[in-house]
């Protein structure tokens, strides 16, 4: 097998990370379609979406423990094969109600992907090196937001809206058999207690206990919260408000995703001389400074894309900084425990990001307000966690 540090079993595990992303929006230009095959209306359809982000977050309490126990290799393998059985499913399923069920057992195999990945990373590079994998990958992985969009797009076009799942189908085959082939166990500390329901408490217990793993946690959430409200009102903004074409709007989605990569390339760079705790800083405040000039822009009724777009490429280059330094000061303190500190950590983020998306949904009104006093909000939450919980460690 390859090395756990080669470049073969990075791009393993960003492929896993990118399972997430991919599952929603490599389907997403196949909606209409699908209902009109299923024969059902928007909100059913919609429920799609909303079944997938619940079975994610709640799986990922599950599988930091269990691989705490068990060992990454074994209950990523297990995942992955689940989610390949789950698409299949969605791409067989002659009924909406067999595919919103699909797409939940989806999430649950989806989700071992990033939650066991980052504790991978954890376990074979340590907390400053981890912070810049994990940088590399997140650079990597928002190629899926901005590709999966139009990928889906001509698969739609070309073969149905089932051609969506199958792909997602034939992605899981390939990372399943790069595990079964390329990944060696990198849990050293096997740990047989971790899912006793009292050794899940005291260990939760300790987490929600540390000021530093909280303000991580919020730094995390608070700035992924910022990216979902983009998420959640642009498409409203650009096509309903300015009139922009689907096209035009994916392109701009586009440009906004290389903001984030910038970020996360300019992480990988200097977080191993700059350190976790200075990045995180400095992404923070850039976000805030792109949620401000975001808001101003909105409040001076200059609805436009340069407006939206300029000051939300700014915010995504300070979330690129933030975010991989930020996953890895929270995960590194814990090496006996990585697992459950990584998902933690991340239902903390879905949950919010999802509490925050459906409130922008609500408040869309056609103009870029709602989304722009979001992003602002969270952006200052994220910079409030950060000064105000965060103790820089040695």
Same mark, same amino acid.
């Given at each position: 097998?390859?090395?756990?540090?080669?470049?073969?079993?990075?791009?393993?595990?960003?492929?896993?990370?990118?399972?997430?992303?991919?599952?929603?929006?490599?389907?997403?230009?196949?909606?209409?379609?699908?209902?009109?095959?299923?024969? #059902?209306?928007?909100? @059913?359809?919609?429920?799609t979406l909303s079944v997938f982000l619940?079975?994610?977050?709640?799986?990922?309490?599950?599988?930091?423990?269990?691989?705490?126990? %068990?060992?990454?290799?074994?209950?990523?393998?297990?995942?992955?094969? +689940?989610?390949?059985?789950?698409?299949?499913?969605?791409?067989?399923?002659?009924?909406?109600? +067999?595919?919103?069920?699909?797409?939940?057992?989806?999430?649950?195999? #989806?989700?071992?992907?990033?939650?066991?990945?980052?504790?991978?990373?954890?376990?074979? $590079?340590?907390?400053? *090196?981890?912070?810049?994998?994990?940088? $590399?990958?997140?650079?990597?992985?928002? /190629?899926?937001?901005?590709?999966?969009?139009?990928?889906?797009?001509? /698969?739609?076009?070309?073969?149905?809206? *089932?051609?969506?799942?199958?792909?997602? @189908?034939?992605?899981?085959?390939?990372?399943?058999?790069?595990?079964?082939?390329?990944?060696?166990?990198?849990?050293?500390?096997?740990?047989?207690?971790?899912?006793?329901?009292? *050794?899940?408490?005291?260990? =939760?217990?300790?987490?929600?206990?540390?000021?530093?793993?909280?303000?991580?946690?919020?730094?995390?959430?608070?700035? =992924?919260?910022?990216? %979902?409200?983009?998420?959640?009102?642009?498409?409203?903004?650009?096509?309903d408000g300015m009139g922009l074409s689907?096209?035009? $709007?994916?392109?701009?989605?586009?440009?906004? !995703?290389?903001?984030?990569?910038?970020?996360? %390339? &300019?992480?990988?760079?200097? @977080?191993? *001389?700059?350190?976790?705790?200075?990045?995180?800083?400095?992404?923070?405040?850039?976000?805030?400074?792109?949620?401000?000039?975001?808001?101003?822009?909105?409040?001076?009724?200059?609805?436009?894309?340069?407006?939206? !777009?300029?000051?939300?490429?700014?915010?995504?280059?300070?979330?690129?900084? @933030?975010?991989?330094?930020?996953?890895?000061?929270?995960?590194?303190?814990?090496? /006996?425990?990585?697992?459950?500190?990584?998902? /933690?950590?991340?239902?903390?983020?879905?949950?919010?990001?999802?509490?925050?998306?459906?409130?922008?949904?609500?408040?869309?009104?056609?103009?870029?307000?709602?989304? &722009?006093?979001?992003?602002?909000?969270?952006?200052?939450?994220?910079?409030?966690?950060?000064?105000? +919980?965060?103790?820089?460690? &040695?």
């Amino acid at each position: 097998m390859p090395h756990p540090q080669s470049l073969a079993v990075s791009a393993l595990l960003t492929g896993l990370v990118a399972l997430g992303p991919l599952s929603t929006d490599l389907y997403l230009p196949s909606l209409p379609a699908l209902g009109q095959a299923l024969d #059902a209306p928007v909100p @059913t359809v919609q429920l799609t979406l909303s079944v997938f982000l619940a079975g994610f977050a709640v799986s990922q309490l599950v599988y930091g423990p269990l691989s705490d126990r %068990f060992g990454r290799r074994p209950v990523l393998v297990a995942g992955v094969a +689940l989610y390949l059985g789950a698409s299949a499913i969605c791409a067989l399923a002659p009924s909406i109600d +067999l595919l919103i069920a699909g797409r939940f057992l989806q999430a649950v195999g #989806a989700c071992a992907g990033p939650v066991i990945a980052r504790a991978v990373v954890r376990d074979v $590079y340590g907390r400053e *090196r981890a912070a810049k994998m994990l940088a $590399y990958m997140a650079m990597a992985m928002a /190629l899926a937001p901005a590709v999966g969009p139009i990928l889906g797009g001509y /698969l739609t076009m070309w073969s149905g809206w *089932r051609a969506n799942f199958w792909a997602l @189908t034939a992605i899981a085959c390939i990372l399943l058999a790069g595990l079964v082939r390329g990944l060696r166990e990198t849990n050293r500390h096997l740990d047989p207690t971790a899912t006793r329901p009292d *050794r899940l408490l005291r260990n =939760y217990a300790m987490l929600l206990g540390d000021r530093t793993y909280i303000g991580y946690v919020a730094v995390v959430a608070c700035s =992924y919260s910022g990216i %979902f409200s983009f998420i959640s009102g642009s498409s409203f903004v650009f096509i309903d408000g300015m009139g922009l074409s689907p096209e035009l $709007y994916g392109l701009c989605f586009a440009a906004i !995703v290389f903001g984030y990569m910038a970020g996360t %390339f &300019a992480s990988g760079r200097l @977080t191993m *001389r700059l350190g976790i705790d200075r990045m995180v800083l400095a992404g923070v405040i850039t976000s805030a400074a792109g949620g401000l000039a975001m808001l101003a822009c909105a409040l001076a009724g200059w609805l436009t894309v340069p407006a939206v !777009v300029g000051p939300f490429f700014v915010f995504m280059v300070g979330a690129g900084l @933030t975010l991989p330094n930020a996953m890895a000061g929270a995960v590194g303190p814990y090496p /006996l425990m990585a697992g459950l500190a990584s998902a /933690l950590l991340g239902f903390c983020q879905m949950t919010l990001a999802a509490g925050i998306g459906i409130g922008v949904g609500h408040l869309t009104d056609g103009t870029a307000l709602p989304m &722009a006093g979001a992003v602002l909000a969270v952006s200052l939450a994220a910079a409030a966690a950060r000064l105000g +919980l965060i103790r820089t460690r &040695a």
